[in-house]
């Protein structure tokens, strides 16, 4: 296995804005109504917002390859770029997106490990994510990563509000 990881730069925002509605849209479209999937898309991954949570300092993105070929990415926050406030001393993983054809290969993995790694050399004590009430899977990997529920937020999907539970784990 040949894992690498990058991270996004403003030129990745074309490749970052297909890889994302195409991992969204596979994990999530069988579930919500086709406008509601629409109306989030539209909004998540327009190149406006992307290019601004590209530029922000609080957030990083980073590509992660299997073989050369672009396999999904890693969204992590810190200070305000945060969607919730959990503490000075934390790091959210807004996202960890990986492509059907290659999840299950432990990619999932490294990029908690990656985040794991930011979040020590950003000296933080904490790391959380919010997490769909009903992705069993990826509660269940989460869960197998060392974090616990410690709360719930609403998710908005288009018009339809939805509870993502929120998990941290503390660093070590």
Not at 6 to 32: G, H, M, V, W
Request: proline share 1%; net charge neutral; with cysteine.
């Amino acid at each position: 296995m040949t894992i690498t990881i990058k991270r996004c730069i403003l030129e990745d925002l074309i490749p970052l804005q297909q890889i994302s509605i195409e991992t969204y849209k596979e994990t999530f479209e069988a579930y919500n109504t086709v406008e509601n999937m629409h109306l989030y898309l539209n909004d998540a991954y327009n190149s406006e917002k992307l290019t601004a949570e590209l530029i922000n300092t609080d957030s990083e993105f980073y590509f992660i390859y299997d073989h050369h070929q672009l396999a999904g990415y890693l969204k992590i926050n810190t200070g305000k770029a945060q969607t919730e406030t959990i503490s000075k001393s934390s790091l959210e993983i807004e996202r960890i997106y990986v492509r059907s054809a290659f999840k299950r290969h432990g990619l999932g993995h490294h990029l908690i490990a990656k985040a794991i790694q930011l979040a020590k050399e950003k000296r933080k004590a904490t790391i959380w994510l919010g997490v769909w009430e009903h992705n069993e899977s990826a509660k269940l990997f989460y869960y197998k990563m060392g974090f616990t529920q410690t709360g719930s937020h609403s998710f908005f999907m288009g018009k339809d509000e939805q509870t993502d539970y929120i998990l941290t784990k503390k660093i070590t």
